[in-house]
Protein backbone atom coordinates (compact mmCIF):
# COMPACT_ATOMS: atom_id res chain seq x y z
CA UNK A 1 0.00 0.00 0.00
CA UNK A 2 1.63 3.35 -0.64
CA UNK A 3 2.38 5.76 1.86
CA UNK A 4 1.20 9.43 0.72
CA UNK A 5 2.75 10.93 3.56
CA UNK A 6 4.92 10.59 6.55
CA UNK A 7 3.52 8.94 9.27
CA UNK A 8 5.55 10.96 11.74
CA UNK A 9 2.50 11.25 14.28
CA UNK A 10 3.37 11.92 17.77
CA UNK A 11 2.16 10.08 20.83
CA UNK A 12 0.17 13.38 22.09
CA UNK A 13 -1.43 13.90 18.55
CA UNK A 14 -2.55 10.22 18.40
CA UNK A 15 -4.42 10.11 21.39
CA UNK A 16 -4.77 12.04 24.71
CA UNK A 17 -7.04 9.26 25.63
CA UNK A 18 -5.87 7.79 28.79
CA UNK A 19 -7.69 4.17 28.21
CA UNK A 20 -5.67 4.44 24.76
CA UNK A 21 -2.18 4.46 26.37
CA UNK A 22 0.11 1.30 26.27
CA UNK A 23 2.26 1.22 28.77
CA UNK A 24 5.84 0.11 28.62
CA UNK A 25 7.24 -2.34 30.80
CA UNK A 26 10.78 -2.65 31.02
CA UNK A 27 12.11 -5.72 31.82
CA UNK A 28 16.03 -5.40 30.61
CA UNK A 29 17.47 -5.00 33.91
CA UNK A 30 15.71 -8.70 35.20
CA UNK A 31 14.73 -10.49 32.00
CA UNK A 32 17.00 -8.80 29.43
CA UNK A 33 19.76 -9.46 32.46
CA UNK A 34 19.05 -12.90 32.46
CA UNK A 35 20.69 -13.81 29.43
CA UNK A 36 24.18 -15.90 29.22
CA UNK A 37 27.11 -13.66 30.14
CA UNK A 38 25.41 -10.90 30.83
CA UNK A 39 26.04 -9.25 34.50
CA UNK A 40 25.54 -5.28 35.13
CA UNK A 41 26.73 -3.89 38.28
CA UNK A 42 24.67 -1.62 40.67
CA UNK A 43 26.05 1.71 38.77
CA UNK A 44 25.46 0.15 35.16
CA UNK A 45 21.91 -0.67 36.52
CA UNK A 46 21.03 2.98 38.04
CA UNK A 47 22.56 4.53 34.74
CA UNK A 48 20.30 2.21 32.21
CA UNK A 49 17.81 3.47 35.08
CA UNK A 50 18.25 7.12 34.04
CA UNK A 51 18.14 6.54 30.52
CA UNK A 52 15.07 4.81 30.29
CA UNK A 53 13.24 7.34 32.24
CA UNK A 54 14.45 9.96 29.70
CA UNK A 55 13.33 7.07 26.77
CA UNK A 56 9.51 7.76 28.48
CA UNK A 57 9.05 4.01 29.91
CA UNK A 58 6.82 3.69 32.57
CA UNK A 59 8.03 0.73 34.48
CA UNK A 60 11.12 -0.80 35.17
CA UNK A 61 11.65 -3.92 36.12
CA UNK A 62 14.82 -3.45 38.36
CA UNK A 63 15.48 -6.98 39.20
CA UNK A 64 15.16 -10.40 40.99
CA UNK A 65 16.14 -9.14 45.20
CA UNK A 66 15.85 -12.57 46.26
CA UNK A 67 18.10 -14.03 43.73
CA UNK A 68 21.73 -12.33 45.51
CA UNK A 69 22.26 -9.46 47.99
CA UNK A 70 24.40 -7.77 44.39
CA UNK A 71 20.76 -7.90 42.56
CA UNK A 72 18.61 -6.30 45.72
CA UNK A 73 21.50 -3.68 45.99
CA UNK A 74 20.73 -2.69 42.14
CA UNK A 75 16.98 -2.70 42.62
CA UNK A 76 17.53 -0.34 45.72
CA UNK A 77 19.77 1.91 44.81
CA UNK A 78 17.80 2.46 41.48
CA UNK A 79 14.59 2.82 43.54
CA UNK A 80 16.56 5.63 45.36
CA UNK A 81 18.31 7.16 42.43
CA UNK A 82 16.17 7.52 39.29
CA UNK A 83 12.46 9.05 39.33
CA UNK A 84 9.80 10.07 37.35
CA UNK A 85 9.09 5.99 36.87
CA UNK A 86 7.80 2.93 38.54
CA UNK A 87 9.73 0.83 39.57
CA UNK A 88 9.12 -3.50 40.00
CA UNK A 89 10.99 -6.11 41.52
CA UNK A 90 10.03 -9.73 40.70
CA UNK A 91 9.48 -12.40 43.66
CA UNK A 92 8.02 -15.87 43.60
CA UNK A 93 5.00 -16.37 45.44
CA UNK A 94 6.45 -17.13 48.61
CA UNK A 95 6.77 -14.92 51.59
CA UNK A 96 10.22 -14.76 51.43
CA UNK A 97 10.60 -13.50 47.95
CA UNK A 98 8.29 -10.92 48.33
CA UNK A 99 9.47 -9.53 51.80
CA UNK A 100 12.67 -9.14 50.09
CA UNK A 101 11.27 -7.65 47.11
CA UNK A 102 9.30 -5.18 49.26
CA UNK A 103 12.44 -3.51 50.72
CA UNK A 104 14.11 -3.44 48.00
CA UNK A 105 11.99 -1.05 46.17
CA UNK A 106 10.72 0.59 49.49
CA UNK A 107 12.27 3.91 48.45
CA UNK A 108 11.15 4.44 45.16
CA UNK A 109 8.51 7.38 43.67
CA UNK A 110 6.32 4.59 42.59
CA UNK A 111 7.36 1.11 44.13
CA UNK A 112 5.61 -2.34 43.13
CA UNK A 113 6.32 -5.95 43.55
CA UNK A 114 5.98 -8.20 40.74
CA UNK A 115 5.06 -11.47 42.17
CA UNK A 116 4.31 -14.68 39.98
CA UNK A 117 3.58 -18.87 39.84
CA UNK A 118 3.73 -21.15 36.91
CA UNK A 119 0.28 -22.35 36.09
CA UNK A 120 1.27 -24.92 33.57
CA UNK A 121 0.96 -28.51 34.53
CA UNK A 122 4.29 -29.53 33.17
CA UNK A 123 5.50 -26.60 35.63
CA UNK A 124 3.62 -28.17 38.18
CA UNK A 125 4.44 -31.15 38.15
CA UNK A 126 8.41 -31.31 37.24
CA UNK A 127 9.27 -27.52 38.21
CA UNK A 128 7.24 -26.63 41.59
CA UNK A 129 6.08 -30.33 42.09
CA UNK A 130 2.36 -28.48 43.46
CA UNK A 131 -1.16 -29.61 43.00
CA UNK A 132 -3.58 -26.85 41.71
CA UNK A 133 -5.09 -26.27 44.70
CA UNK A 134 -1.31 -25.45 46.19
CA UNK A 135 -0.70 -22.90 43.62
CA UNK A 136 -3.84 -21.20 44.29
CA UNK A 137 -3.46 -20.68 47.45
CA UNK A 138 -0.02 -19.58 46.86
CA UNK A 139 -0.40 -16.70 44.46
CA UNK A 140 -3.37 -15.86 46.74
CA UNK A 141 -0.82 -15.56 49.43
CA UNK A 142 1.51 -13.68 47.96
CA UNK A 143 -0.71 -10.86 46.95
CA UNK A 144 -2.03 -10.06 49.53
CA UNK A 145 1.19 -10.29 51.56
CA UNK A 146 2.53 -7.69 47.98
CA UNK A 147 -0.65 -5.28 48.68
CA UNK A 148 -0.02 -5.10 52.34
CA UNK A 149 3.69 -3.96 51.58
CA UNK A 150 2.65 -1.34 47.99
CA UNK A 151 -0.45 0.01 46.81
CA UNK A 152 0.78 -1.62 43.00
CA UNK A 153 0.96 -5.44 43.15
CA UNK A 154 1.54 -6.96 39.41
CA UNK A 155 0.62 -10.78 39.01
CA UNK A 156 1.70 -12.94 36.50
CA UNK A 157 0.74 -16.93 35.31
CA UNK A 158 4.46 -17.94 34.11
CA UNK A 159 3.61 -20.15 31.39
CA UNK A 160 0.43 -18.84 30.99
CA UNK A 161 -0.16 -19.91 26.93
CA UNK A 162 0.46 -23.53 27.80
CA UNK A 163 -1.97 -23.75 30.65
CA UNK A 164 -5.10 -25.06 31.09
CA UNK A 165 -7.42 -22.00 30.53
CA UNK A 166 -9.91 -22.77 33.23
CA UNK A 167 -7.04 -22.97 35.32
CA UNK A 168 -5.61 -19.70 34.30
CA UNK A 169 -9.08 -17.87 34.95
CA UNK A 170 -9.51 -18.94 38.21
CA UNK A 171 -5.70 -18.26 39.41
CA UNK A 172 -6.46 -14.38 37.82
CA UNK A 173 -9.85 -14.08 39.34
CA UNK A 174 -7.94 -14.91 42.95
CA UNK A 175 -5.32 -12.62 42.45
CA UNK A 176 -7.56 -9.95 41.51
CA UNK A 177 -9.89 -10.07 44.61
CA UNK A 178 -6.67 -10.51 46.53
CA UNK A 179 -5.87 -6.97 45.32
CA UNK A 180 -3.65 -7.45 42.03
CA UNK A 181 -3.76 -3.83 40.62
CA UNK A 182 -2.07 -6.05 37.24
CA UNK A 183 -2.50 -9.30 35.97
CA UNK A 184 0.37 -10.16 32.97
CA UNK A 185 -0.25 -13.15 30.89
CA UNK A 186 3.35 -14.09 29.98
CA UNK A 187 4.17 -16.30 26.83
CA UNK A 188 6.96 -17.47 28.52
CA UNK A 189 8.71 -19.76 26.26
CA UNK A 190 7.42 -18.04 22.82
CA UNK A 191 5.02 -20.72 21.88
CA UNK A 192 1.70 -18.98 20.97
CA UNK A 193 0.79 -17.29 17.72
CA UNK A 194 -1.34 -14.02 17.29
CA UNK A 195 -4.64 -15.40 16.53
CA UNK A 196 -4.18 -18.06 19.12
CA UNK A 197 -3.14 -15.54 22.07
CA UNK A 198 -5.90 -13.12 20.71
CA UNK A 199 -8.36 -16.41 21.84
CA UNK A 200 -6.89 -16.88 24.60
CA UNK A 201 -7.22 -13.20 26.25
CA UNK A 202 -10.69 -12.89 25.13
CA UNK A 203 -12.15 -16.07 26.88
CA UNK A 204 -10.04 -14.42 30.20
CA UNK A 205 -11.98 -11.45 29.95
CA UNK A 206 -15.44 -13.53 29.57
CA UNK A 207 -14.29 -15.98 32.66
CA UNK A 208 -12.86 -13.54 34.86
CA UNK A 209 -15.20 -10.17 34.58
CA UNK A 210 -13.15 -8.22 37.15
CA UNK A 211 -10.39 -8.42 34.45
CA UNK A 212 -11.65 -5.64 33.18
CA UNK A 213 -11.30 -2.93 36.41
CA UNK A 214 -7.57 -3.85 36.08
CA UNK A 215 -4.70 -3.56 33.97
CA UNK A 216 -3.84 -6.52 31.49
CA UNK A 217 -0.31 -7.15 30.48
CA UNK A 218 1.65 -9.54 28.16
CA UNK A 219 4.66 -10.47 28.24
CA UNK A 220 5.93 -12.73 24.96
CA UNK A 221 8.90 -14.28 24.09
CA UNK A 222 10.78 -14.49 20.69
CA UNK A 223 11.65 -18.22 20.49
CA UNK A 224 9.55 -18.50 16.85
CA UNK A 225 9.91 -14.93 15.98
CA UNK A 226 6.52 -13.75 17.22
CA UNK A 227 6.92 -11.91 20.52
CA UNK A 228 6.43 -8.47 18.41
CA UNK A 229 3.60 -9.83 17.22
CA UNK A 230 2.19 -11.25 19.83
CA UNK A 231 2.44 -8.51 21.90
CA UNK A 232 0.30 -6.13 19.37
CA UNK A 233 -2.07 -9.19 18.97
CA UNK A 234 -2.95 -8.57 22.74
CA UNK A 235 -2.65 -5.20 22.79
CA UNK A 236 -5.72 -5.21 20.37
CA UNK A 237 -7.90 -6.84 21.89
CA UNK A 238 -7.51 -5.01 25.42
CA UNK A 239 -3.79 -5.80 26.96
CA UNK A 240 -2.74 -2.01 28.17
CA UNK A 241 0.46 -2.67 29.31
CA UNK A 242 3.54 -4.23 27.33
CA UNK A 243 6.76 -6.08 28.80
CA UNK A 244 9.47 -5.63 27.04
CA UNK A 245 13.29 -5.26 26.34
CA UNK A 246 15.75 -2.52 24.73
CA UNK A 247 17.32 -4.23 22.12
CA UNK A 248 15.16 -7.11 22.21
CA UNK A 249 17.53 -9.20 24.62
CA UNK A 250 16.39 -11.49 27.03
CA UNK A 251 16.47 -15.35 27.94
CA UNK A 252 16.97 -17.82 25.13
CA UNK A 253 15.85 -16.32 21.77
CA UNK A 254 15.09 -12.48 23.82
CA UNK A 255 12.04 -10.75 24.97
CA UNK A 256 9.65 -8.43 22.45
CA UNK A 257 11.81 -5.54 21.26
CA UNK A 258 11.21 -2.24 22.88
CA UNK A 259 12.50 0.13 20.30
CA UNK A 260 9.61 -1.83 17.65
CA UNK A 261 6.49 -1.70 19.75
CA UNK A 262 7.25 1.66 19.97
CA UNK A 263 7.56 2.61 16.54
CA UNK A 264 4.70 0.56 15.30
CA UNK A 265 2.45 2.28 18.50
CA UNK A 266 3.59 6.10 16.45
CA UNK A 267 4.35 4.87 12.67
CA UNK A 268 1.12 3.15 12.69
CA UNK A 269 -0.69 5.24 15.27
CA UNK A 270 -3.78 5.66 12.34
CA UNK A 271 -4.63 2.37 12.36
CA UNK A 272 -4.47 1.12 15.73
CA UNK A 273 -7.73 3.28 16.81
CA UNK A 274 -6.10 5.77 18.77
CA UNK A 275 -3.64 3.21 20.95
CA UNK A 276 -0.38 5.35 22.01
CA UNK A 277 2.66 5.51 24.01
CA UNK A 278 4.44 7.79 26.56
CA UNK A 279 7.81 6.85 24.64
CA UNK A 280 10.02 9.88 23.77
CA UNK A 281 11.53 8.20 20.59
CA UNK A 282 13.78 10.38 19.94
CA UNK A 283 15.89 8.38 22.66
CA UNK A 284 15.49 5.06 21.63
CA UNK A 285 18.80 4.81 19.79
CA UNK A 286 20.96 6.13 22.99
CA UNK A 287 19.00 3.73 25.14
CA UNK A 288 19.99 0.81 22.52
CA UNK A 289 23.69 1.91 22.35
CA UNK A 290 23.76 2.02 25.88
CA UNK A 291 22.48 -1.41 26.52
CA UNK A 292 24.39 -2.66 23.88
CA UNK A 293 28.07 -1.53 25.70
CA UNK A 294 27.02 -2.18 29.35
CA UNK A 295 25.89 -5.52 28.29
CA UNK A 296 28.28 -6.37 25.83
CA UNK A 297 25.40 -7.32 23.45
CA UNK A 298 25.98 -6.34 19.83
CA UNK A 299 22.60 -5.01 17.36
CA UNK A 300 22.47 -7.22 14.34
CA UNK A 301 23.10 -4.92 11.52
CA UNK A 302 19.87 -5.83 9.94
CA UNK A 303 18.06 -5.66 13.62
CA UNK A 304 14.55 -3.16 12.93
CA UNK A 305 14.84 -0.22 14.29
CA UNK A 306 18.61 0.34 15.54
CA UNK A 307 20.74 -1.77 13.17
CA UNK A 308 23.03 -0.05 11.11
CA UNK A 309 21.48 -1.00 8.07
CA UNK A 310 17.65 -0.07 9.02
CA UNK A 311 18.09 3.22 7.35
CA UNK A 312 20.75 2.27 4.76
CA UNK A 313 20.06 1.67 1.19
CA UNK A 314 22.61 0.18 -1.05
CA UNK A 315 20.52 -0.78 -4.22
CA UNK A 316 21.35 1.84 -7.19
CA UNK A 317 17.41 2.10 -7.02
CA UNK A 318 16.71 2.53 -3.56
CA UNK A 319 19.00 5.05 -3.34
CA UNK A 320 17.79 7.62 -6.32
CA UNK A 321 14.66 7.26 -4.57
CA UNK A 322 15.59 7.93 -1.18
CA UNK A 323 17.47 10.87 -2.49
CA UNK A 324 14.32 12.30 -4.36
CA UNK A 325 12.22 11.66 -1.44
CA UNK A 326 12.94 9.67 1.78
CA UNK A 327 9.48 8.37 1.64
CA UNK A 328 9.86 6.37 -1.26
CA UNK A 329 11.27 3.68 0.46
CA UNK A 330 11.30 4.66 4.65
CA UNK A 331 8.39 4.92 6.38
CA UNK A 332 10.07 6.23 8.97
CA UNK A 333 12.43 9.86 9.81
CA UNK A 334 15.53 8.41 11.35
CA UNK A 335 15.81 11.47 13.01
CA UNK A 336 12.24 10.49 14.66
CA UNK A 337 14.65 7.75 16.20
CA UNK A 338 17.64 9.76 17.46
CA UNK A 339 19.65 9.17 14.58
CA UNK A 340 20.32 12.75 13.35
CA UNK A 341 24.03 13.26 12.48
CA UNK A 342 25.81 15.29 14.88
CA UNK A 343 28.31 17.76 13.81
CA UNK A 344 30.23 17.29 16.90
CA UNK A 345 34.17 17.18 16.57
CA UNK A 346 36.45 17.50 19.40
CA UNK A 347 40.40 17.53 19.20
CA UNK A 348 43.63 17.32 20.73
CA UNK A 349 43.09 20.72 21.99
CA UNK A 350 39.43 21.10 23.29
CA UNK A 351 39.40 21.41 27.02
CA UNK A 352 37.37 20.07 30.12
CA UNK A 353 34.32 23.01 28.81
CA UNK A 354 34.12 21.65 25.13
CA UNK A 355 33.76 17.90 26.11
CA UNK A 356 31.61 19.43 29.33
CA UNK A 357 29.65 21.06 26.38
CA UNK A 358 29.49 18.39 23.44
CA UNK A 359 28.18 15.74 26.10
CA UNK A 360 25.63 18.17 26.82
CA UNK A 361 24.27 18.09 23.04
CA UNK A 362 24.58 13.96 23.44
CA UNK A 363 22.04 14.38 26.05
CA UNK A 364 24.63 13.25 28.91
CA UNK A 365 25.15 15.24 32.53
CA UNK A 366 27.70 14.30 34.37
CA UNK A 367 28.94 15.21 38.00
CA UNK A 368 32.80 16.57 38.06
CA UNK A 369 34.47 13.31 39.32
CA UNK A 370 32.83 11.70 36.17
CA UNK A 371 33.82 14.10 33.74
CA UNK A 372 37.27 14.66 35.13
CA UNK A 373 37.24 10.64 34.63
CA UNK A 374 36.28 10.79 31.29
CA UNK A 375 38.49 14.17 30.58
CA UNK A 376 41.81 12.22 30.83
CA UNK A 377 41.11 9.13 28.86
CA UNK A 378 39.43 12.06 26.26
CA UNK A 379 42.92 13.39 26.35
CA UNK A 380 44.41 9.89 26.09
CA UNK A 381 42.19 8.83 23.29
CA UNK A 382 42.92 12.30 21.21
CA UNK A 383 46.58 12.39 21.71
CA UNK A 384 46.19 9.05 19.31
CA UNK A 385 43.84 9.87 17.35
CA UNK A 386 43.48 13.04 17.08
CA UNK A 387 39.61 14.21 16.40
CA UNK A 388 36.84 12.56 18.44
CA UNK A 389 33.46 12.13 16.86
CA UNK A 390 30.12 12.40 18.55
CA UNK A 391 30.19 8.39 18.58
CA UNK A 392 34.20 8.38 19.72
CA UNK A 393 32.98 10.63 22.51
CA UNK A 394 29.45 7.99 23.65
CA UNK A 395 31.99 5.35 23.29
CA UNK A 396 34.57 6.78 25.94
CA UNK A 397 31.63 7.71 27.96
CA UNK A 398 30.64 4.30 27.77
CA UNK A 399 34.23 2.80 28.60
CA UNK A 400 34.47 4.55 31.81
CA UNK A 401 31.05 3.86 32.64
CA UNK A 402 32.36 -0.04 32.65
CA UNK A 403 35.35 0.81 34.54
CA UNK A 404 34.02 2.01 37.22
CA UNK A 405 31.95 -1.12 37.78
CA UNK A 406 35.64 -2.96 38.03
CA UNK A 407 36.29 -2.67 41.83
CA UNK A 408 39.95 -2.77 42.26
CA UNK A 409 40.96 -4.77 39.16
CA UNK A 410 43.14 -2.85 36.19
CA UNK A 411 45.58 -3.53 33.32
CA UNK A 412 48.34 -1.91 33.93
CA UNK A 413 50.63 -2.61 31.25
CA UNK A 414 50.94 -5.45 28.50
CA UNK A 415 53.52 -6.36 25.94
CA UNK A 416 53.44 -8.88 23.35
CA UNK A 417 55.71 -10.29 20.86
CA UNK A 418 54.74 -12.75 18.04
CA UNK A 419 54.68 -12.90 13.89
CA UNK A 420 54.29 -15.39 11.35
CA UNK A 421 57.59 -18.08 12.20
CA UNK A 422 57.06 -16.74 16.25
CA UNK A 423 55.00 -18.14 18.84
CA UNK A 424 52.70 -15.42 19.92
CA UNK A 425 53.98 -14.29 23.88
CA UNK A 426 51.88 -11.98 25.97
CA UNK A 427 53.07 -10.49 29.15
CA UNK A 428 50.64 -8.37 31.44
CA UNK A 429 50.87 -6.70 34.88
CA UNK A 430 47.32 -6.42 37.08
CA UNK A 431 46.34 -4.37 39.35
CA UNK A 432 44.51 -6.71 41.89
CA UNK A 433 43.59 -4.48 44.88
CA UNK A 434 46.92 -3.67 46.34
CA UNK A 435 48.33 -6.48 44.54
CA UNK A 436 50.91 -6.21 41.81
CA UNK A 437 50.78 -9.29 39.59
CA UNK A 438 52.85 -10.16 36.85
CA UNK A 439 52.61 -13.06 34.15
CA UNK A 440 54.14 -13.95 30.83
CA UNK A 441 52.27 -16.79 28.50
CA UNK A 442 52.57 -17.86 24.98
CA UNK A 443 49.41 -18.82 23.03
CA UNK A 444 47.72 -19.79 19.84
CA UNK A 445 47.77 -15.91 18.34
CA UNK A 446 47.92 -12.77 20.42
CA UNK A 447 43.98 -12.80 22.48
CA UNK A 448 45.17 -16.17 23.58
CA UNK A 449 48.33 -15.61 24.89
CA UNK A 450 46.72 -12.17 26.67
CA UNK A 451 44.13 -14.63 28.44
CA UNK A 452 46.39 -17.30 29.23
CA UNK A 453 48.72 -14.02 30.76
CA UNK A 454 46.07 -12.66 32.32
CA UNK A 455 44.67 -16.38 34.03
CA UNK A 456 48.48 -17.19 35.19
CA UNK A 457 48.70 -13.73 37.06
CA UNK A 458 44.92 -14.46 38.83
CA UNK A 459 44.99 -17.54 38.98
CA UNK A 460 41.68 -18.36 36.78
CA UNK A 461 40.70 -20.43 34.29
CA UNK A 462 38.98 -19.13 30.79
CA UNK A 463 37.87 -20.38 27.84
CA UNK A 464 36.82 -18.40 25.27
CA UNK A 465 33.40 -18.74 23.89
CA UNK A 466 33.07 -15.28 21.39
CA UNK A 467 35.01 -12.66 20.50
CA UNK A 468 34.19 -10.05 18.77
CA UNK A 469 36.00 -6.69 17.40
CA UNK A 470 34.42 -3.68 15.72
CA UNK A 471 35.39 0.19 14.90
CA UNK A 472 33.29 2.75 16.19
CA UNK A 473 33.90 4.76 13.11
CA UNK A 474 35.17 4.49 10.14
CA UNK A 475 38.69 5.23 9.09
CA UNK A 476 42.07 3.70 10.04
CA UNK A 477 42.44 5.45 13.03
CA UNK A 478 38.74 4.19 14.15
CA UNK A 479 38.28 3.66 18.36
CA UNK A 480 37.97 -0.27 18.64
CA UNK A 481 35.65 -2.39 20.23
CA UNK A 482 36.19 -5.84 21.25
CA UNK A 483 33.93 -8.06 23.27
CA UNK A 484 33.97 -11.15 24.85
CA UNK A 485 31.83 -13.75 26.34
CA UNK A 486 33.81 -16.67 28.24
CA UNK A 487 33.58 -18.85 30.40
CA UNK A 488 35.89 -18.25 33.70
CA UNK A 489 35.67 -20.84 36.75
CA UNK A 490 32.81 -22.37 35.63
CA UNK A 491 30.88 -18.98 34.76
CA UNK A 492 29.31 -17.44 31.55
CA UNK A 493 30.47 -13.85 31.30
CA UNK A 494 31.21 -11.14 29.45
CA UNK A 495 33.55 -8.36 29.01
CA UNK A 496 33.70 -5.36 26.29
CA UNK A 497 36.28 -2.34 25.99
CA UNK A 498 37.44 0.50 23.80
CA UNK A 499 40.79 1.85 22.52
CA UNK A 500 43.10 2.81 19.69
CA UNK A 501 44.66 -0.95 20.43
CA UNK A 502 42.47 -3.40 19.83
CA UNK A 503 44.88 -5.92 21.48
CA UNK A 504 44.60 -3.46 24.50
CA UNK A 505 40.76 -3.47 24.27
CA UNK A 506 40.66 -6.88 24.18
CA UNK A 507 42.81 -7.69 27.28
CA UNK A 508 40.79 -5.02 29.26
CA UNK A 509 37.53 -7.28 28.23
CA UNK A 510 38.53 -10.01 29.07
CA UNK A 511 39.50 -8.85 32.64
CA UNK A 512 36.20 -7.23 33.42
CA UNK A 513 34.84 -10.80 32.31
CA UNK A 514 36.99 -12.23 35.03
CA UNK A 515 36.03 -9.40 37.63
CA UNK A 516 32.48 -10.36 36.42
CA UNK A 517 32.79 -14.08 37.43
CA UNK A 518 34.61 -13.24 40.89
CA UNK A 519 32.10 -10.40 41.59
CA UNK A 520 29.31 -13.03 40.84
CA UNK A 521 30.89 -16.03 42.60
CA UNK A 522 31.21 -12.94 45.86
CA UNK A 523 27.14 -13.09 45.61
CA UNK A 524 26.89 -16.68 45.56
CA UNK A 525 28.59 -16.96 48.80
CA UNK A 526 26.62 -14.11 50.38
CA UNK A 527 23.56 -15.59 49.74
CA UNK A 528 24.38 -18.99 51.03
CA UNK A 529 25.62 -16.87 53.87
CA UNK A 530 22.87 -14.65 54.41
CA UNK A 531 20.54 -17.49 53.66
CA UNK A 532 18.94 -15.88 51.21
Request: charged share 25%; glycine share 8%; aromatic share 4%.
Amino acid sequence: MPIEKEPSMTADEASGRPEDRVYIFDTTLRDGEQSPGIHLSTHDKVEIGHQLARLGVDIVEAGFPITSPGDFEGVRALSEEVSGITVAALARANEKDVTRAGAAVEPAERPRIHTFIATSDIHLAHKLRMDRAQVLAAAVDAVRLARSIVEDVEFSCEDATRSDREFVAEVVGAAIEAGATTINIPDTVGYTMPTEFQSFLLELYERVPALSDVTLSVHCHNDLGLAVANSLAGVHVGARQVECCVNGIGERAGNASLEEIAMILRTRAEDLNGLWSGIETTEITRASRLISRLTGYPVQPNKAIVGRNAFAHEAGIHQHGVLRNPLTYEIMDATSVGLAQSSIVLGKHSGRHALQNALSELGYELERDELDAVFVRFKEVADKKGRLSAADLEALLGEEMRAEGVDGMRLEQLSFSGGSQETPTARVVVIDDDARLEAEAAGDGPVDALMKAIDAALGTTGTLLEYAVSAITSGKDALGEARVVCDVNGRTVAGQSVSTDVLEASAVAYLRAVDASRTIAEGEAEAVAGGV
